[in-house]
């Protein structure tokens, strides 16, 4: 098994910038790809940004492209994702979740394993 524990969530007002980060343990050796979704309250989660195993490629959703940024260090079994110039649309619980697979997949359903999500407030 794979555990994930999130951190970094908080509240901030819109402009400002956070960071998120994605812990692994366990069978780390099983995991691939990496990605972040979120989910806003009486919302479907969404997918956001997944990142390869060797970080070379990463695939952003439309809606935080040119505003986040997802990196790993698979060193310490970690993902990131850098949040700048933040919206009140981006409020959500956000999660992490690791595929075994190695093609970056955006549903949700595929996902292997997820974390327990942080919440991520934005006021205007």
């Known amino acids: 098994q794979v555990q994930l524990v999130e951190s970094g969530g908080g509240l901030v007002q819109a402009g400002d910038s956070l960071s998120l980060s994605c812990a692994a343990s366990g069978r780390t050796f099983a995991i691939s790809t990496m990605g972040w979704f979120r989910q806003a309250p009486g919302k479907e989660r969404e997918f956001v940004v997944a990142i390869s195993w060797n970080g070379g490629t990463t695939y952003y959703a439309d809606s935080v492209k040119g505003r986040f940024t997802i990196s790993r260090d698979n060193a310490k079994n970690t993902v990131y994702l850098q949040m700048n110039s933040l919206k009140p649309e981006d409020t959500a619980v956000y999660y992490c979740?690791?595929?075994?697979?190695?093609?970056?997949?955006?549903?949700?359903?595929?996902?292997?394993?997820w974390g327990q999500g942080t919440q991520v407030t934005v006021s205007s």
């Open positions: 979740a690791a595929d075994r697979q190695g093609a970056i997949r955006i549903r949700s359903s595929t996902y292997d394993y």
